[in-house]
């Protein structure tokens, strides 16, 4: 079953009177429960392709299916209740609000959610997510007084509260360690086998894209070419349907 079906996907950007072509005519699909890595060199296009599959920007052309939703049919309103509903976004900076806990950082999304939770609910959530990526013991500490890979689970544990069936990590531990970035990849491949969490990376490293099932090249706004996923006799169990 594929999650994100992409048809001719095209993307220009407009400085003034120049056309910059950024994303030249992209096509692929990835099934639910992949592991993909997204990777090419700088300015290849990566960022520029996440933030369409994100729901973040919309392309110049081309049509993108996520869910078997026709995205380029929604307005911005109901491309944010997507984003709310079924999608996770990691970066490379963190992104951590710097005068708030552990936990009240992960905690942060259930306020949007449609029906309000009560404030004991949101502490129970926010603490068995911050356990699931082994911060239990972090609860109440403040970003500047955790480690790097530390404030990269608290960014996934809040990516993950709404639990989001797709989640997507743009340079991930490009301000990691290569020790610290292990553990960040190891994360990832955990919850995608254990929860089904279909996960793609954005990297330019090809030692983050190793860990990848499915790898995406990208040169030039073009696709280099596209691994096939594994057969459907391989799916793994917990998949989402
Ligand atoms: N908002 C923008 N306006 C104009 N050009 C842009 C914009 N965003 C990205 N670009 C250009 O698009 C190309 C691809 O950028 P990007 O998607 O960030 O590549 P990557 O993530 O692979 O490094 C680059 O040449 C960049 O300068
Ligand atoms: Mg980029």
């Known amino acids: 079953m594929e999650l994100i079906k992409l048809n001719g996907i095209e993307k220009t950007y407009q400085m003034g009177d120049i056309s910059v072509p950024v994303l030249k005519g992209i096509s692929l699909t990835v099934e639910r429960g992949q592991l993909v890595a997204l990777t090419g060199s700088s300015g290849s296009g990566k960022s520029t392709l996440m933030n369409i599959l994100g729901c973040l920007d919309r392309p110049s ?59 004991g609910e949101i502490k129970k959530r926010a603490t068995e997510m911050l356990s699931r990526v ?59 086998s254990e929860d089904g969490i279909t996960i793609i990376m954005v990297t330019h490293d090809p030692k983050v894209a190793a860990h990848a099932r499915q790898i995406i090249r990208m040169d030039d706004g073009l696709l280099q070419n596209s691994d096939p996923p594994p057969s459907s006799a391989q799916a793994l169990p917990g998949e989402l349907s």
Do not use: C
Request: aromatic share 6%.
């Open 61 to 119: 052309a081309g049509e993108y299916w996520l869910d078997d939703i026709a995205t380029s049919q929604l307005n911005s309103d109901e491309r944010a209740l997507l984003r709310n509903r079924k999608l996770g976004f990691v970066f490379q900076s963190f992104n951590l609000l710097a005068r708030t806990s552990a936990l009240e950082n992960v905690a942060m999304p259930l306020s949007y959610t449609s029906e309000p939770l009560s404030d």
């Open 134 to 192: 082994g911060l239990a013991d972090r609860l109440h500490h403040l970003p500047s007084q955790l480690s790097g890979g530390q404030q990269q689970r608290v960014a996934i544990a809040r990516a993950l509260i709404n639990h989001p069936p797709l989640l997507f990590a743009d340079e991930p531990t490009g301000n990691l360690d290569s020790h610290t970035s292990e553990e960040v990849l190891q994360m990832f491949e955990r919850l995608n």
